[in-house]
């Protein structure tokens, strides 16, 4: 068992510690793995050169959901007859700024820092890079600096941010990222959306419900491509149905905002432009490795970082990436999820504890990142999916079989809301009879997918799911009839 040390030198430099493991990065993922460790009786330090929380809990996941709530809330209310009638009206947007701002801690980290106290671990403001192998410097926000040494590990979680395209004028147009979009408390007028992806569409439901004139611009055929056809296709319906421009197959050219004040004009291929009040670009992410001293250990700076399943990074025995970082799955639960296997294999070989579990599900190996990452958008309606979806899982060379379900023949669905909407897609690998994928849209489905994930995790055969009886009359229903369809 590994003691709990933590040793400091100040040699009339910059002051030296040492720990068994150190962290770089105290978003979502950076948390996990000091909780980790340290459960796993190993010392830790982390280091933060922001807010302790991450993009997730100030800039990403906790602002933009506290935005779409009241929006879907609202959306479902006026779908139930005698409910309706009390949910005309505009949403307050200053209420729900309040409410956001009160989500996010109003941008500050004390209760994350007294939670890192409460657990023992140390933390460490100000950026931080390697120093070449296991040694971290931290230049903090005063000029002083700390040098921290790894027994073990060094995991780095810095993340990602947003890219903005390289564009004529861009700069000067002082464009919105996913930053601004979560944290504005201003409603733009007209607010342009370039992107379909996921951060695209959220963003584009929030603002135009919260009275934004809003006009997306996609450069694909539909909105979110990464997930079945169908998903998109009710969301973009939906959207447009509720007075959004959705304008699919465009690339922007230039952005052009005289002075960097007024109107912003978005030019797109072939000479079309839009005009808008304010223009948000959620346009892909990139990793924060780009001055984290990556140079120091032969790594390319600014690259995605590859790992093993261990979330061990290809050709160190020291050097961890996990969560975004890593460009496994752009997700807080996922690199959650990451962060406790992480956790588990760095304190399985500072124990020396014998050969690693990691092999497919073992408690060492990150296997989901391959085959069950659950997804929901907070649309509306909501979209989710896990596994393969049918095109990935043919490309992945699986025998399949694809069943559909209109959802609005599901009991359950009708009651949850008037003329229901909403589709299921449920892919089957016929040689192994169990579900690969699963992919819902539709109000309320959101909380279907972990039904879905554990299904696909547990290579549950077909013919056990059966036994697997739904709740009359749920959503959940959606089941019972997708068995139906594929027994016949
Ligand atoms: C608008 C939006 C909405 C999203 N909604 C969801 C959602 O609903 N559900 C979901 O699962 N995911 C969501 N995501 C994705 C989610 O935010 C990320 O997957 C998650 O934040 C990744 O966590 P992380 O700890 O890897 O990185 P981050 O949260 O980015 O944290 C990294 C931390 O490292 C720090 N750091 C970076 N470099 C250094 C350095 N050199 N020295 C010291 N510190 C450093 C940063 O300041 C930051 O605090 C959303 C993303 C966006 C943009």
């Known amino acids: 068992m590994t003691r709990v040390v933590e040793h400091e030198h100040d040699h009339g430099r910059a002051p030296e510690h040492e720990y068994d493991v150190v962290v770089l990065g105290a978003g979502p993922v950076g948390e996990n793995v000091v909780d980790r460790v340290r459960a796993a009786g190993l010392s830790a330090a982390i280091v933060e050169s922001e807010l302790i929380g991450g993009e997730c809990s100030y800039w990403a996941c906790m602002p933009s959901k506290a935005l779409l709530r009241p929006v879907i809330a609202r959306s479902d209310a006026r779908k139930v007859a005698g409910l309706r009638e009390s949910v005309y009206g505009p949403l307050d947007a200053l209420e729900v700024f309040a409410h956001r701002d009160e989500v996010v801690g109003d941008w500050k980290d004390d209760g ?29 926000p005063e000029g002083e600096r700390h040098v921290l040494t790894a027994r073990h590990a060094v995991a780095v979680c810095t993340g990602s941010r947003a890219v903005l395209p390289d564009l004529p004028g861009i700069t000067g147009a002082r464009p919105w990222t996913s930053r601004e979009a979560t944290s504005s408390d201003r409603v733009p ?24 004139k809003v ?22 319906e939906a959207l447009r149905a509720r007075g959004a ?36 670009f959620a346009t892909g992410r990139a990793p924060r490795t780009e001055d984290i001293g990556l140079e120091t250990v032969g790594l390319k ?58 092999g497919s599900w073992g408690a060492h190996a990150a296997t989901a990142d391959h085959a069950a990452v659950p997804q929901v958008v907070f649309s509306d309606p909501e979209a989710a999916a896990v596994g393969l979806s049918l095109a990935e899982a043919e490309r992945a060379g699986y025998r ?20 229901y909407r909403g589709h299921a897609r449920m892919v089957v690998d016929l040689d192994r009879e169990v579900v690969l994928g699963a992919s819902f849209v539709g109000p309320g489905i959101g909380e279907l997918v972990h039904s879905a994930t554990v299904a696909v995790v547990g ?30």
């Open 112 to 140: 994350q820092v007294d939670w890192l106290d409460s657990i023992g671990v140390r933390v460490f403001r100000g950026h931080g890079r390697l120093l070449g192998p296991r040694r971290v410097e931290v230049a903090g």
């Open 189 to 212: 007028g007209r607010l342009i959306v370039v992107g379909g992806g996921v951060v695209g569409v959220e963003m584009a439901t929030a603002w135009h419900a919260l009275g934004a």
């Open 215 to 236: 006009t997306m611009l996609v450069r694909g055929e539909r909105l979110l491509p990464r997930m079945e056809p169908f998903v998109g296709e009710h969301v973009a």
């Open 245 to 280: 421009d959705v304008l699919t197959g465009v690339s922007v050219s230039a952005v052009v905002r005289d002075g960097g004040t007024g109107p912003v004009t978005v030019v797109l291929e072939g000479g079309d432009h839009v005009e808008g009040d304010q223009v948000l």
């Open 301 to 358: 700076p600014g690259s995605w970082l590859d790992v093993d399943d261990s979330l061990r990074v290809t050709g160190s025995d020291w050097l961890y990436a996990v969560g975004d970082v890593n460009h496994r799955a752009l997700l807080t639960h996922q690199g959650k999820y990451q962060a406790r296997i992480a956790g588990a294999a760095i304190a399985a070989r500072a124990k020396d504890a014998g050969p690693l579990d990691d």
């Open 400 to 419: 399949v079989r694809a069943v559909d379900l209109d959802m609005s023949g599901v009991a359950g669905a009708g009651l949850y809301a008037q003329g």
């Open 459 to 488: 290579e549950v055969p077909i013919a056990r799911l059966w036994h697997a009886v739904p709740s009359y009359p749920t959503l959940s229903e959606a089941w019972l009839r997708l068995l139906e369809a594929y027994r016949g």
